[in-house]
């Protein structure tokens, strides 16, 4: 959906590095939420946020770090890169809890 | 981490077959919503369903919510190569913050 962007698309880095990935949404939703994708796995939520200034943790938080200084950016930060971090990764948002969510295209991530 | 199961993992169809996903939960659920991801795309949401016992139809895709709100089903009646993709479950459990995915089924459609 066009209302949801994530950047970069593609991205190869190298372990031990901090590497940001973006995600930006223009329907002014209250949550979002970033996921990670793996094979045989599905779909691992690794943060959520309910509003500005509030996050909290998911299934799969260690390794990562969340912001939401406002509500229409929700960046995630890999402190320093492993390379079981290797993955698709998929923000999304939604209006309210439960309610459902619209993911952006995705940011593969290999860690070498 | 929790775990929603789904059955089956993969499906290959010849075109024109029926084919049904399951999803399973051992504790009752306040919603459950059904996802389809497009090989390379990203899930987009197919419909979510509330009450016990509920149906709904979307074209060829029918959708179920069981009576004790614990399991669901997706059923795509002659299926074409368009239906190609996985099928995602998205649970919410009563008194839960957030959904939890189940793994996927993933249809091949052979023409």
């Known amino acids: 959906d066009a209302g949801i962007t994530q950047s970069p698309r593609y991205k190869i880095t190298e372990t031990g590095r901090q590497v940001t990935l973006m995600c930006h949404q223009t329907?002014?939703?209250?949550?979002m939420f970033w996921y990670r994708q793996d094979l045989g796995h599905g779909l691992r939520l690794i943060y959520y946020s309910a509003a500005a200034d509030i996050t909290d943790k998911g299934e799969v938080p260690d390794g990562y770090v969340v912001s939401r200084s406002k509500t229409e950016n929700f960046p995630l930060t890999l402190e320093s890169a492993t390379r079981s971090q290797t993955s698709v990764y998929f923000c999304?948002?939604?209006?309210?809890?439960?309610?459902?969510?619209?993911f952006g295209d995705g940011t593969r991530l290999s860690i070498l | 981490g929790q775990q929603v199961m789904q059955i089956p993992q993969y499906q290959h169809v010849q075109e024109g077959e029926d084919f049904t996903t399951y999803c399973n939960s051992s504790t009752t659920l306040s919603n459950i919503q059904w996802y389809k991801q497009r090989p390379g795309g990203h899930p987009v949401f197919l419909i979510q369903l509330v009450k016990s016992g509920e149906v709904k139809k979307q074209k060829r895709l029918t959708f179920q919510f069981g009576e004790a709100k614990k399991n669901s089903s997706l059923h795509i009646t002659a299926t074409q190569t368009t239906d190609v993709g996985t099928y995602f479950c998205a649970e919410l459990q009563t008194g839960a913050n957030n959904l939890f995915f189940g793994t996927g089924t993933r249809l091949t459609v052979i023409p």
């Open positions: 329907w002014s939703h209250s949550y």
């Open positions: 999304a948002s939604s209006p309210g809890q439960g309610l459902p969510q619209h």
